[in-house]
């Protein structure tokens, strides 16, 4: 059974840092896409960042600038860097195996993170 699960969410003060990990389980990491994404209460799942097999990054426009994805193949784990915290980034993330169409599309269980003005 393919497991994501996410790690390092947390109340955090504004301007603050935290760094969400996500562990994969019984899915060839390497091949995958990674994405997080986050919904905060009355809205829709949304798009942070995503990072290709090949390492290339894209971002939403609220986060460029703050937030930093990676990956460890090795470790079969993405990373989120989110410094720089603002509330409006209150939400919970979600961890994204992308299969790109040929393969099962995988998410995490969510973690929050909560930024306190």
């Known amino acids: 059974q393919v497991r994501l699960v996410e790690s390092g969410g947390g109340l955090v003060q504004a301007g603050g840092s935290l760094r969400l990990s996500c562990a994969a389980s019984?899915?060839?990491?390497?091949?995958?896409?990674m994405g997080w994404y986050r919904q905060a209460p009355g809205n829709q799942r949304e798009l942070v960042a995503t990072?290709?097999?090949?390492?290339?990054?894209n971002y939403a426009d609220s986060v460029k600038g703050r937030f930093t994805i990676s990956r460890d193949n090795a470790r079969n784990t993405v990373y989120l860097q989110m410094n720089s915290l603002k509330p409006e980034d209150t939400a919970v993330y979600y961890c994204?195996?992308?299969?790109?169409?040929?393969?099962?599309?995988?998410w995490g269980q969510g973690t929050q993170v909560t930024v306190s003005a």
């Open positions: 019984r899915i060839i990491f390497s091949i995958y896409a």
């Open positions: 994204n195996a992308d299969g790109n169409g040929g393969l099962p599309n995988y």
């Open positions: 990072i290709t097999r090949g390492g290339s990054t």
